[in-house]
């Protein structure tokens, strides 16, 4: 009971701080200015609301808080009027804020045309609640649970909202019980691996040893994830708290972040949030009188994907080249600098500390049994409501991309869905129903991954796609072992070959061995796994690789080799826009002319069908289509004006 | 560079496994990892200067050569590329007339491709400086630059 004594004084003043807040007789402004809102121009409207509120003379709190998740449609600004409920803008600009501001807090104009949604609260002024939007509906915060909610650079508010409670309550257990309840919970490795984290733990806990590690892997280098990112920018403490847990239940004096140098502001934010546990005596020696000593240290990566392997890391974290090792023997008894180390994702962490502080049967009552709790993903590529999500798992993908993302850009066919980043597959239509969890996703092929959930429509070449990752991984092999290292080369120069119109019919027989070989021989999961874009592919979308062999032709007209572009004599307006925006100037043509693409000069970048206004830019692979040779006067009827 | 280098050097224990930290704070510093600087850092931690560059090559992060007063960096992640970004990094090419990994021969721009910046959500996306542009297009990108010169 000593440690809750000593963390009393801490809850105390957090929860003053924070009801200080909720019952301020000020209003509250929160801007989301988190790397994706800054993206988005949050910055700018931050700045907005700090003019408009002190040329308007008004008393008002700003706040700067995390992600929401709500990327599409980012920046978002808030608004709290003293006894309302909290309501959430969105596509804010610097005009619009400073609108908002004036008619909501000078006028008592809450501005329902320009509202997204009511964040806490009953509907009002026909606002809908924030989680009865589509978006949102399906969706279970847990991980993100205080994400654009709290202050993340104030301990206080994350300790007002039950922060640090799990770390005293696992004080007040014996570390093996600790180990038993995050056994209980049925958390698996957030990482993509889905080991049983409380398995894990014990090994460690087990190994020989007085001196033991504990590692958070933040070194998010799948491109096209950034649940990580949002968590840690959004509320690190939920990561350093499971850290703590972990600390204890394992016996680690010391820890480590590893976070990717890429992100500036989770970095910012780690080594603030160490700072402020030093302060509050949550790290040191004695940690609230409890006899526990841990301190964490921040380790930022340079820039290797191989370093989110765990033996590559702990390479990097010692100052050598951030290589792989063979496994056994594994971290748990011989990790960093030989010692028994335990490694866990951010996103485990953020777990952890949740399943400590409502218990491990509360956890588990999220997902499903085998794949219990939530997952966080990021939602991008071509659906329309890009994001950060969380579900519990079991939801089937089709439920993931269409209730949750709002199904495709511009009416388009779903061609795929690629989970896992580079280590992972690409899921047709015919799979949309199977539900997300660590066993489907492998039997198909693919794997969970950390989170990365990009979508692809019609418009995208698989053949392209299956490219563009093993250039990636190509790039990142770190040369140790041959199966990684010729093998992603030899790859990869099949498959340009294939997307430059020059394959041969020996090519996908190549590819499937090569692959195969990877995945026996190499010595870890970065190339092990290289193949799976390239496998899935081949499984799921064989017909398009056959057309690219066969017919010398892109079905999605995606890769350049084998796509032309012409301007259809009978659309084309001879408006002049195409032929001014070409940034190789290959369009010749006039006012009232037909345009005519070079199609020696042309780069193939896509600009002219894209600034278009009548459709009169065709882009086709396989085939030609007749053009004039000379610019003839235009002939297609003018476009109907005004609405039809 | 001397006094700027020590100021570093006081911060980190002489050890080995402060080299990735040095070598990442003088980069900041400087721009770039120049061969008086690695000479610098094998003398304070005691390794030698191959070793040195065999960890410092090892990883993306770090340059060689003076960086531009701009640095650029477009993303051509998953979701970057299914979104176009190389046609962001193609307008950069012929706008600065720099291959990517190059560098304007006034030193003003530099320009690199990366993985992922993990603004996703608002792919293509492209970084100037220290400042995230997200939902590039090419004639965006152009402006931008054209902005800066």
């Given amino acids: 009971m000593k440690a809750e004594e000593a963390f009393a004084p801490l809850k105390q003043r957090a929860l003053a701080e924070w009801q200080g807040l909720q019952e301020s007789s000020r209003p509250l402004i929160l801007v989301g200015t988190a790397t994706c809102g800054q993206a988005a121009g949050a910055q700018a409207v931050l700045e907005a609301v700090r003019e408009a509120t002190g040329r308007l003379g008004l008393e008002a709190d700003i706040m700067e808080v995390g992600c929401i998740g709500l990327c599409y449609i980012e920046p978002l600004l808030d608004i709290v009027k003293p006894g309302r409920p909290r309501i959430s803008y969105s596509n804010m600009t610097p005009k619009l804020a400073a609108q908002v501001i004036e008619d909501y807090l000078v006028r008592d104009n809450p501005r329902p045309d320009l509202a997204l949604a009511i964040v806490d609260g009953e509907a009002m002024d026909g606002i809908p609640r924030l989680f009865d939007l589509p978006m949102l509906k399906p969706q279970v915060r847990i991980v993100l649970r205080n994400c654009g909610y709290i202050d993340p650079k104030n301990i206080y508010h994350y300790i007002a909202r ?459 692979s396989g085939k030609a289509i007749e053009v004039p040779s000379e610019t003839i006067p235009v002939t297609a009827p003018p476009p109907r004006r005004g609405g039809g | 560079m001397a006094q700027e280098l020590e100021a570093i050097f006081q911060k980190h224990k002489r050890e080995r496994s402060s080299l990735i930290s040095v070598l990442q704070e003088v980069q900041y510093k400087l721009g770039y990892l120049s061969p008086e600087a690695i000479a610098e850092i094998a003398r304070f931690l005691k390794i030698s200067e191959s070793e040195i560059y065999g960890v410092a090559t090892f990883y993306a992060q770090f340059r060689f050569t003076r960086p531009g007063e701009h640095e650029i960096k477009v993303c051509l992640g998953t979701a970057c590329h299914v979104r176009g970004g190389e046609r962001i990094l193609e307008e950069m090419e012929r706008e600065l007339d720099i291959q990517a990994g190059g560098v304007t021969p006034d030193y003003k721009f530099s320009l690199e491709k990366v993985a992922c910046f993990g603004s996703c959500a608002l792919a293509p996306v492209m970084v100037v400086g220290k400042e995230v542009h997200g939902r590039m297009d090419p004639n965006r990108a152009k402006k931008i630059i054209r902005a800066l010169r």
């Fill in chain 1, 162 to 620: 039950g922060g640090y409670s799990g770390f005293l309550r696992a004080l007040s257990m014996p570390p093996k019980e600790v180990i038993d309840e995050m056994k209980k919970s049925g958390l698996r490795g957030r990482g993509g691996a889905g080991f049983p984290t409380g398995q894990k733990w014990e090994f460690c806990r087990n190994a020989l040893g007085d001196e033991k590690y504990i590692i958070c892997n933040a070194d998010e280098g799948d491109p096209g994830a950034f649940m990580n990112r949002s968590l840690l920018e959004g509320d690190p403490h939920s990561v350093l708290e499971g850290m703590l847990i972990g600390a204890y239940a394992i016996g680690a004096s010391e820890g480590y972040i590893y976070c990717r140098a890429e992100y500036p502001l989770a970095v910012d934010r780690i080594t603030l949030a160490i700072h402020q546990m030093e302060e509050c005596g949550l790290l040191g020696d004695d940690i609230l009188g409890s006899g526990l000593s841990f301190r964490l240290k921040l380790r930022q990566g340079a820039g290797a994907f191989v370093c989110g392997e765990e033996t590559a890391l702990m390479a990097s974290v010692e100052g050598r080249r951030g290589m792989p090792r063979p496994k056994p023997p594994f971290p748990a008894n011989s990790g960093l600098w030989a010692k028994p180390t335990n490694i866990n994702n951010v996103e485990t962490w953020g777990n952890t500390s949740i399943i400590l502080q409502k218990g491990a049967d509360w956890y588990a009552s999220f997902g499903v049994p085998g794949n219990t709790g939530t997952k966080t993903f990021s939602l991008v590529g071509k659906v329309v409501r890009t994001g950060l999500i969380e579900v519990p798992l079991g939801l089937t993908l089709r439920q993931i991309i269409y209730d949750v993302g709002g199904g495709i850009v511009g009416g388009k066919a779903f061609k795929a869905v690629q989970t896992g980043g580079p280590s992972g597959g690409c899921l047709p239509a015919s799979l949309l129903d199977r539900p997300v969890n660590y066993e489907t996703l492998a039997a198909a092929g693919s794997i969970m991954g950390s989170g990365g959930m990009v979508t692809a429509d019609e418009d995208t070449c698989m053949v392209d796609l299956a490219r563009f990752f093993l250039s990636f991984t190509y790039r990142e092999s770190c040369g140790k072992c041959p199966p990684c290292r010729v093998g992603t080369r030899q790859m990869l120069h099949i498959l340009e070959r294939i997307t430059r119109g020059q394959g041969e019919a020996q090519d996908l027989d190549h590819l499937q061995e090569i692959g195969q070989t990877m995945i026996q021989g190499s010595l870890c999961a970065l190339g092990g796994t290289a193949p799976n874009p390239v496998l899935t592919t081949l499984r799921y979308f064989r017909d398009e690789y056959e057309a690219h062999i066969l017919e010398r032709r892109c079905p999605a007209a995606a890769c350049k080799e084998l796509t032309q572009y012409y301007i259809l004599a009978d659309k084309c307006q001879g408006c002049l826009i195409c032929l001014r925006a070409c940034p190789v100037q290959c369009i010749r043509g006039d006012k009232r002319l037909v345009h005519i693409i070079d199609q020696e000069r042309c780069t193939k970048c896509s600009t002219c069908l894209q600034v278009c206004p009548f459709d009169a830019v065709a882009r086709v």
